[in-house]
């Protein structure tokens, strides 16, 4: 019998995880988390972390199971996570898999591009860069070094402007001549699964999700954390702005503004990523489970 992973993308706030929880039961399965900013046991509510009931619901994996203090990359998640599901294909054909950290989806799908291994001072020196010059620095080197890169990475995520630039330095050549063009072969079957909505509904279900948040408690949360600010983990929407609010940068409420606003432009940073798949069938967020599940098991 086939292995089916079912992958559920899409821009944040839209209702995976809701989907996610009704498949599984619905399939009897288990679901694998690739929301890499949900691996981290100190961050709960500024990731929307899976509620405990909603865990309860079906069983899930990946779920703050590191610690911000740790050291975890997305080659490290590609071997867990496959170690993974060659252990639940032995108890179910299909898992699900939810979350949306388009590379970390990639990496279980299709598999890591190989690249070189580099002297760890470069991204040292980079981090140090970002801290006195600002990713505007940062940005401007990458467009020079490798302008076909800079025109698709995620031009306000720090992580991947240093992981393409070390690569770009240590290496001599660009970080894009070191993607690959063909796909790793899994011993399963993806079935990807894209839920959307038009823009004003998705902005405007961030902005609530970001206040419950506040509501949540996210404040206290982050002003736990302000001591390990330049942790790499913490270099992320909904703490980043509420450390400038306690650096004296900001105010609250412009600090929770600028929260509402970083999260848009990345859930379309989302959009962007996730469209290159034609392959995805793609619902309306308010679609009736019964139809994507009907559509799922004509892909099988």
């Excluded at 089916?4 to 944040?12: F, Q």
């Excluded at 980079?126 to 025109?151: C, M, R």
Aim: with cysteine.
């Amino acid at each position: 019998m086939s292995n089916y992973l079912i992958s559920i993308v899409g821009p944040t706030a839209i209702g995976k995880t809701a989907l996610s929880i009704q498949l599984a039961q619905h399939f009897g399965t288990e679901i694998i988390s690739c929301d890499s900013r949900q691996f981290f046991k100190e961050m709960a509510i500024g990731t929307a972390v899976p509620s405990q009931e909603e865990q309860n619901a079906a069983n899930h994996h990946f779920i703050q199971h590191i610690s911000i203090f740790d050291e975890y990359n997305v080659g490290q998640f590609e071997k867990d996570a496959i170690a993974k599901l060659d252990e639940l294909f032995q108890r179910h054909n299909i898992v699900v898999m939810v979350g949306g950290s388009g590379l970390y989806v990639d990496a279980v799908l299709k598999g890591l591009d190989d690249f070189p291994k580099v002297d760890p001072q470069i991204r040292e020196d980079l981090n140090q860069q970002l801290t006195t010059k600002g990713i505007t620095s940062l940005q401007q080197q990458l467009q020079e070094l490798d302008p076909v890169y800079y025109k698709k990475v995620a031009k306000e995520n720090p992580h991947r402007l240093i992981r393409a630039l070390e690569i770009c330095i240590g290496s001599g050549k660009p970080y894009s001549s070191f993607l690959k063009a063909e796909m790793t072969q899994r011993n399963f079957t993806s079935i990807k699964v894209g839920l959307t909505a038009d823009r004003e509904i998705i902005y405007d279900r961030i902005n609530r999700r970001v206040d419950i948040m506040m509501n949540e408690g996210l404040l206290k949360e982050a002003k736990a954390l302000y001591k390990h600010k330049s942790l790499n983990a913490l270099q992320t929407v909904g703490y980043r702005e509420l450390f400038s609010y306690f650096d004296g940068d900001f105010t609250l409420d412009f600090a929770i503004s600028e929260i509402k606003k970083n999260t848009r432009r990345f859930a379309k940073r989302q959009g962007t990523w996730f469209r290159r798949d034609t392959n995805t069938s793609w619902f309306d967020y308010q679609e009736e489970v019964s139809n994507i599940i009907d559509q799922i098991n004509i892909l099988m």
